[in-house]
């Protein structure tokens, strides 16, 4: 359904559309939707060039991008703490890691019968800091290994579109 219409009358809250979709009106429940601000899908050359990188770095040392990608969204540490009961733990860390590739969990704590599983997110979560900061590291560790990088204009344009394309 396409909003071209909103006003907010004494706790109500009114929608026009051009098109109204009569079958969701009539199955409306409350609490069933959110109503979420539209944005453009991110731009792919940022994640391009992360995973350019994460190709260059595992050639030269011997891994496979997928774990050059995961090491450093370790180092990141955008993770969340999730104390859980060990009956269900492994369910959840299935469940996670079926997220994508850098969506991963490291048990790094237990008490009794809980456990804590750090719960990684994947990039595709990343506001454009957390990203520049995610390339940033990577950038470190191909010149490490000897791997010629761009102009820092080019990764400020690179993250500039990133940020366009996020918003």
Wanted: hydrophobic content about 35%; overall charge negative.
């Amino acid at each position: 359904m396409n909003i071209k219409y909103i006003k907010y009358e004494r706790g109500c809250l009114l929608l026009r559309t051009d098109d109204p979709d009569m079958e969701l009106l009539e199955k409306f429940k409350p609490g069933a939707y959110d109503i979420v601000k539209h944005s453009e899908k991110r731009s792919n050359k940022a994640n391009s060039y992360m995973w350019a990188l994460c190709k260059e770095i595992g050639d030269a040392v011997g891994l496979g991008k997928e774990e050059v990608y995961r090491n450093a969204v370790r180092e990141g540490n955008v993770f969340k703490d999730i104390w859980i009961h060990e009956n269900a733990a492994d369910t959840f860390e299935y469940l996670w890691r079926n997220r994508g590739t850098a969506w991963f969990t490291e048990r790094v704590d237990a008490q009794g019968e809980y456990v804590v599983i750090r719960a990684y997110y994947g990039s595709s979560t990343y506001n454009v800091r957390q990203m520049q900061k995610l390339i940033d590291r990577l950038l470190q560790d191909a010149e490490a290994v000897g791997i010629p990088t761009p102009e820092e204009d080019y990764i400020r344009k690179l993250m500039e579109d990133y940020e366009r394309q996020s918003k």
